[in-house]
């Protein structure tokens, strides 16, 4: 595996694969990598001949009052554990590196961001969108990898990608979850023990209301089914948004045939925690 931490030489590697006829799959992740990046990695090496992961802590996709800082980061375990799943280069820029000076044009998301966190973390999607801008170029992938863990970022990424005609495919990753359910996270480190064992409520909340969907149809009953049994709970926690929309629109459901998210982010003491179900073929 090579690790390359600056654009020149990044460049250099790339343009010898590409010369020699090798597809390119792109994993962006801000680190602490877990099972959910690593099933992004086994899909990326099954379908191209090489894989570039990046690791970076996008500040431009972080608030104020966000978790920048704190973000979890460990280096030497993120390397170890790429090096033994497939990465051929694992880049690891600086901020530095990426935003060496101010912007001249910026990227605005337009459309897929009026809810969720889209509303609640202003300029995130901007962030993302910028970031994945400058990697998609550096990296020139035939594929990028995105989990629909994060089902905003992959409607969002998508409608980018579709609009400035990025040559390349998405691909959209099942969300990897723990053994009694809770999506992996690189934030989870953050639960305390008992907010642990009460975590796995959010995915078992989603999987009955998926079914209701399909049975009950009525939007206000399904959401307060699910926050009736989050708060069961005796771990204090707050619901900061639980809805469904049409997929991937983001807008209200009209149709109830056509695809359905619904989205979920708790705040526990110090672990913000996201999940979803999407229901009907995407
Ligand atoms: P992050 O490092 O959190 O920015 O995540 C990097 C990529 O890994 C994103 O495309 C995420 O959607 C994806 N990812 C994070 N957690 C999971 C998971 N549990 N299962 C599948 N993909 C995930």
């Not at 051929?88 to 001249?104: A, G, H, K, N, Q």
């Not at 990296?139 to 992959?154: L, T």
């Not at 939007?219 to 469904?244: C, E, F, P, W």
């Amino acid at each position: 595996m090579k690790i390359i931490r600056d654009i020149e030489t990044l460049k250099l590697a790339i343009a010898l694969h590409k010369k020699n006829g090798r597809t390119i799959g792109f994993v962006p992740t801000m680190g602490y990598l877990h099972e959910g990046h690593l099933a992004l990695a086994k899909a990326a090496n099954e379908e191209n001949d090489v894989v570039v992961m990046s690791i970076f802590v996008n500040p431009t996709q972080f608030g104020p009052t966000e978790d920048f800082e704190s973000y979890p980061r460990d280096e030497m375990r993120d390397k170890s554990f790429a090096e033994e799943h497939g990465i051929d280069i694992l880049f690891l820029p600086s901020v530095e590196m990426m935003y060496p000076d101010r912007l001249t044009a910026t990227i605005h998301a337009k459309r897929r961001v009026s809810v969720l966190d889209g509303a609640l973390r202003e300029g995130h999607f901007d962030g993302v969108l910028t970031v994945l801008a400058k990697f998609f170029h550096l990296v020139q992938p035939d594929s990028a990898y995105f989990g629909q863990k994060d089902a905003q970022q992959v409607a969002v990424v998508q409608g980018f990608v579709a609009d400035y005609f990025f040559p390349l495919v998405i691909r959209i990753i099942p969300t990897v979850r723990e053994e009694d359910g809770l999506a992996k996270s690189s934030r989870n480190v953050y639960l305390t023990e008992q907010e642990r064992k009460e975590a796995s409520t959010i995915h078992e909340a989603l999987l009955k209301a998926r079914n209701e969907v399909v049975e009950l149809r009525d939007q206000a009953g399904i959401l307060a089914n699910i926050r009736t049994i989050i708060n069961r709970n005796r771990s204090h926690k707050k619901i900061v948004y639980l809805d469904m929309y049409q997929y991937p629109s983001f807008e209200a459901i009209e149709d109830w045939e056509k695809p359905i998210v619904i989205a979920i982010c708790v705040q526990y003491s110090k672990a913000r925690l996201i999940d979803n179900e999407i229901i009907g073929g995407v």
